[in-house]
Nanobody, 115 residues
């Protein structure tokens, strides 16, 4: 079993920054990648950013140049540095850990961008 704990969500003004972190514990042998998804009200969950164990990254077009994903493989942690935040970034952000045969989700953390 894998357990994910997210932290760092909250309320931030447009243009501001926020950092999300996720710590994974449990049976972690074989992790292929870690990442962040988000789901806004009335919308489907979408990939925000993903990083493989080798350090390869990919981002949603909407966040390129504003968000940076990083990981600490030794600590099984993944972080998302978010900058130049916009109202449309408001969503519940979910940490995700990807194994060859299945993935695991965190409980989600709310990010609200509003003045």
């Amino acid at each position: 079993q894998v357990h994910l704990v997210e932290s760092g969500g909250g309320l931030v003004q447009p243009g501001g920054s926020l950092r999300l972190s996720c710590a994974a514990s449990g049976s972690l042998l074989g992790i292929a990648a870690m990442g962040w998804y988000r789901q806004a009200p009335g919308k489907q969950r979408e990939l925000v950013a993903r990083i493989t164990r080798a350090g390869d990254t990919n981002y949603a077009d909407s966040v390129k140049g504003r968000f940076t994903i990083s990981s600490d493989n030794a600590k099984n942690m993944v972080s998302l540095q978010m900058g130049s935040l916009k109202a449309e970034d408001t969503a519940v952000y979910y940490c995700y850990v990807d194994f060859p045969k299945r993935g695991y989700w965190g409980q989600g953390t709310q990010v609200t961008v509003s003045s």
